[in-house]
């Protein structure tokens, strides 16, 4: 049974590959943790927030099928 894909706001990360989205959730999180009160850590589109949780989506659907 193949499932559809979830949405994402950064629609992008479904061509990238497991080493890249894994990469992109380590940056995202680096960037919070040397500066959490930037804006972009948790607010607006494309923050790094909804970064990570983008990139782990794509990461579990793609391992799920």
Not at 9 to 26: M, S
Not at 48 to 61: E, G, H, P, R, W
Request: aromatic share 10%; with cysteine.
């Amino acid at each position: 049974l193949k499932m559809n894909k979830p949405y994402i706001e950064n629609v992008h990360f479904w061509k990238y590959n497991r080493d890249q989205l894994k990469y992109i959730i380590e940056d995202c999180r680096e960037a919070i943790k040397v500066n959490s009160n930037n804006p972009k850590a948790t607010q607006g589109k494309g923050n790094y927030s909804d970064q990570i949780l983008d990139a782990q989506t794509v990461l579990k659907f793609k391992c799920e099928n």
